[in-house]
């Protein structure tokens, strides 16, 4: 892939088109080498650095990469930061997933019903990576989880969390059977029964999940307890708690 080709995945259509992300910067690069041992496919992607980097590079990164070394201006333009950090890289999306119709049955799922804000996402993969053994649907009209602002917010999690997207929430239940959700009259979230669910439903961070389509899932609702003074908890730290909760 040339730089000019490598400047255009900043946007979403290119980047379906190329079937590449942008990644920049020392510590996801070292964490797409890192995921790399498992999913060799990431070997596939293709580095740039500046003359600066070159020695970093050499040391650090595994020779199944493929290294360019490129001048400042041409790194400027690939750099989708103010100040560019001297190291992108072209990474392939995943090869195609057979998830939708065979979710392994010891794997559970994370759905986000139209989450639009980029940090947000970037935080729940984080969460997904950290404890393991989710998946993450979501929903038609979702931020593209490859953005650049969901990709640096992963933390390098995008690559070690399987991502499903356009999954329509009817699907749900044929995949998973029993699935779960918030909601403030729900049970309470320490209840042993969070347990039995494999699939967890979130909403929108400002209109959460139409109340048809959860009544059509037949969602186990549950509640975070709070003290009331608010109204709503942020997305993330809500999918936060559910995890730590049913893994704890």
């Not at 596939?44 to 070159?54: D, K, P």
Request: with cysteine; net charge neutral; charged share 20%.
């Amino acid at each position: 892939m040339k730089a000019a080709d490598v400047k255009k995945l900043q946007q979403k259509k290119y980047r379906n088109e190329f079937r590449h992300f942008l990644v920049e910067g020392e510590h996801l690069i070292l964490e797409l080498q890192k995921a790399a041992a498992t999913r060799p496919y990431l070997l596939q992607s293709q580095l740039f650095v500046s003359e600066e980097y070159s020695d970093w590079a050499a040391r650090q990164l595994s020779a199944g990469f493929r290294i360019t070394v490129a001048g400042q201006k041409a790194m400027a333009q690939m750099s989708d930061t103010r100040s560019p950090q001297g190291i992108v890289a072209a990474v392939p999306f995943a090869p195609a997933d057979t998830g939708a119709t065979a979710t392994p049955a010891t794997e559970r799922a994370v759905y986000l019903h139209e989450v639009q804000d980029p940090g947000n996402l970037g935080t729940i993969l984080r969460t997904l990576a950290w404890f393991g053994g989710f998946r993450c649907l979501l929903s038609p009209g979702s931020v593209d989880p490859f953005n650049p602002k969901v990709v640096r917010s992963s933390m390098g999690a995008i690559f070690h969390t399987q991502i499903e997207q356009d999954v329509d929430i009817s699907t749900l239940p044929r995949r998973f059977g029993s699935i779960a959700c918030l909601d403030m009259q729900g049970t309470p979230l320490r209840d042993a029964s969070l347990s039995q669910h494999r699939c967890f439903v979130f909403g929108n961070e400002a209109r959460g999940v139409p109340h048809d389509q959860l009544a059509a899932l037949q969602a186990q609702a549950y509640t975070i307890p709070g003290s009331g003074a608010i109204e709503s908890l942020n997305l993330a730290s809500a999918v936060n708690m559910c995890l730590y909760e049913l893994l704890r």
